[in-house]
């Protein structure tokens, strides 16, 4: 079946207009003509070249010096081994969190590593299309007397190119979405506050509804932060001491690591434990693991 032609729109303007046939026999060099935009803009595109090259190099060398070797990998590892260890291993089910951790990390290099793999045969390809300069080898090909053969040729070499190049992209689209998840930090409000307490965060919630907090609920919370509360205005934040005695409300903050193994499948929550300075201990992590689709666990 025939290719459809793609439609084009009558109306668009033309960079280079139409030439007037009654003109053309009479073209003389040096009249005007409407192709000379096409010298302007060859001198215009071959000056973009001497900076577009040696950026091209810049970011070749830059690449060049980030790119670590396996040494430079194990002493990540090491690294992250080492701080796993000390902050997690005092928790309940310690050997688990680390290995938890360890594969959340190590997948996201290892999907990170075919990724720039694939990136850097994409850039070999191009590379090696701008320096062989196809466009000259199809210039010389189309001269010969096989020209139709040569020109069908061509386009399927573009059309297979093109291909090429749009499955390494979605490769590397997969590849980098892959085992994605964010860190999250979250808090649990005590259940028995005092009056003064639940007053404070009534206080809260108006200040963060964009509303002025009202002298009569002020008066009710406690008293070390009455004052700092008649300061605050609408939309600016909360005083560190506010802030301070609002904790108080909470057990935490906790941290905890929420992720997918593919964009369908159930989330998957894995709590670090209490955010402290000291390492976690037995009774600062909640449940290890939980999912929104338990039959996978």
Same mark, same amino acid.
């Given at each position: 079946?025939?290719?459809?032609?793609?439609?084009?729109?009558?109306?668009?303007?033309?960079?280079?207009?139409?030439?007037?046939?009654?003109?053309?026999?009479?073209?003389?060099?040096?009249?005007?003509?409407?192709?000379?935009?096409?010298?302007?803009?060859?001198?215009?595109?071959?000056?973009?070249?001497?900076?577009?090259?040696?950026?091209?190099?810049?970011?070749?060398?830059?690449?060049?010096?980030?790119?670590?070797?396996?040494?430079?990998?194990?002493?990540?590892?090491?690294?992250?081994?080492?701080?796993?260890?000390?902050?997690?291993?005092?928790?309940?089910?310690?050997?688990?969190?680390?290995?938890?951790? *360890?594969?959340?990390?190590? #997948?996201?290099?290892?999907?990170?590593? !075919?990724?720039? =793999? &694939? +990136?850097? $045969? /994409?850039?070999? @390809?191009?590379?090696?299309?701008?320096?062989?300069?196809?466009?000259?080898?199809?210039?010389?090909?189309?001269?010969?007397?096989?020209?139709?053969?040569?020109?069908?040729?061509?386009?399927?070499?573009?059309?297979?190119?093109?291909?090429?190049?749009?499955?390494?992209?979605?490769?590397?689209?997969?590849?980098?979405?892959?085992?994605?998840?964010?860190?999250?930090?979250?808090?649990?409000?005590?259940?028995?506050?005092?009056?003064?307490?639940?007053?404070?965060?009534?206080?809260?919630?108006?200040?963060?509804?964009?509303?002025?907090?009202?002298?009569?609920?002020?008066?009710?919370?406690?008293?070390?932060?009455?004052? *700092?509360?008649?300061?605050? #205005?609408?939309?600016?934040?909360?005083? !560190?001491?506010? =802030? &301070? +005695?609002? $904790? /108080?409300?909470? @057990?935490?903050?906790?941290?905890?690591?929420?992720?997918?193994?593919?964009?369908?499948?159930?989330?998957?929550?894995?709590?670090?434990?209490?955010?402290?300075?000291?390492?976690?201990?037995?009774?600062?992590?909640?449940?290890?693991?939980?999912?929104?689709?338990?039959?996978?666990?």
């Amino acid at each position: 079946m025939a290719r459809r032609r793609k439609w084009h729109d009558p109306q668009a303007p033309r960079k280079v207009a139409r030439s007037d046939p009654r003109r053309r026999q009479h073209w003389q060099p040096g009249d005007p003509h409407e192709l000379d935009v096409m010298i302007d803009e060859a001198e215009a595109l071959y000056q973009k070249l001497p900076p577009l090259v040696e950026q091209m190099q810049q970011v070749a060398r830059r690449a060049t010096v980030l790119m670590g070797t396996w040494e430079d990998l194990v002493a990540k590892e090491e690294e992250a081994q080492r701080v796993f260890g000390e902050r997690f291993g005092r928790v309940k089910h310690a050997e688990h969190l680390q290995a938890t951790l *360890a594969v959340l990390r190590r #997948r996201r290099l290892v999907t990170r590593l !075919q990724a720039l =793999q &694939e +990136v850097l $045969q /994409l850039v070999a @390809w191009l590379e090696l299309d701008i320096f062989r300069d196809d466009f000259m080898h199809d210039l010389y090909a189309s001269l010969d007397e096989r020209q139709q053969m040569t020109l069908v040729s061509d386009v399927k070499r573009a059309r297979q190119d093109l291909s090429d190049g749009e499955e390494r992209l979605s490769r590397i689209r997969q590849l980098l979405t892959t085992g994605n998840g964010y860190f999250e930090t979250f808090s649990i409000r005590k259940r028995a506050l005092s009056s003064a307490m639940m007053a404070l965060l009534d206080a809260v919630h108006l200040h963060k509804e964009g509303q002025p907090i009202p002298e009569e609920l002020i008066v009710t919370t406690p008293e070390q932060v009455q004052e *700092a509360l008649r300061g605050v #205005r609408p939309g600016n934040p909360l005083p !560190q001491e506010v =802030q &301070e +005695v609002v $904790q /108080l409300a909470y @057990w935490g903050p906790y941290v905890k690591y929420r992720w997918r193994e593919d964009s369908k499948g159930p989330l998957y929550t894995v709590a670090l434990g209490k955010i402290s300075q000291e390492p976690a201990g037995p009774d600062d992590n909640p449940d290890l693991l939980e999912s929104d689709n338990p039959e996978e666990l």
